[in-house]
């Protein structure tokens, strides 16, 4: 036990003295990186969302959370009430016909985990059901990564994912 403490002293004590002697690149390193990225804030968006729709509440609907999130930006609030109104007024008994935040009917009940990266897209893969493919737009404002698009909002065709 003595052995295991000595050492765990050790390793600490080195490992502070090494990096007080490192310049503040590090410093500013770490800072950027400690506010989260845009993969991790595409992933809470969907795995929250997910936990909505596998305990959906018809009194809030899919609009509703949707405006109550700070993960997403205005214009994909804006773009996903206008597809659902518009799929609505077109057919008032069965709307769209499937989730716009997911492009289908079914989905991985389980959630996500991060498939790719591109750019400002973020690609995901079903847990339990890695052939479900979703594609997550992101944009950063004022500092902070937000979803910009999911599904068949404000997600180009060429970029979603096959099915």
């Known amino acids: 036990m003595k052995t295991l403490i000595i050492f ?32 991790e804030n595409a992933l809470k968006f969907i795995n929250d969302y997910i936990d909505f729709i596998n305990n959906y509440d018809a009194n809030l ?4 959370w ?14 996903l009430t206008r597809i659902i109104t518009e799929a609505e007024k077109e057919d008032p008994e069965m709307g769209l016909g499937f989730d716009p935040i997911l492009d289908a009917q079914d989905y991985p009940e389980k959630g996500f985990a991060i498939d790719k990266m591109d750019g400002d897209y973020v690609m995901l893969k079903g847990i339990g ?22 599904g068949v909002v404000n997600v180009p065709v060429d970029k979603r994912m096959k099915r």
């Open 8 to 39: 765990f002293f050790f390793a600490m004590t080195s490992s502070c003295e090494s990096s007080n002697s490192q310049d503040n690149s590090i410093t500013e390193n770490i800072t950027e990186e400690s506010t989260p990225k845009q993969d």
């Open 61 to 64: 609907g899919i609009k509703g």
């Open 66 to 79: 949707t405006e109550k999130q700070i993960t997403v930006t205005e214009n994909f609030k804006t773009e």
């Open 129 to 150: 059901w890695e052939d479900f493919g979703l594609t997550l737009k992101m944009k950063k404002e004022n500092g902070n990564w937000l979803v910009e698009g999911c």
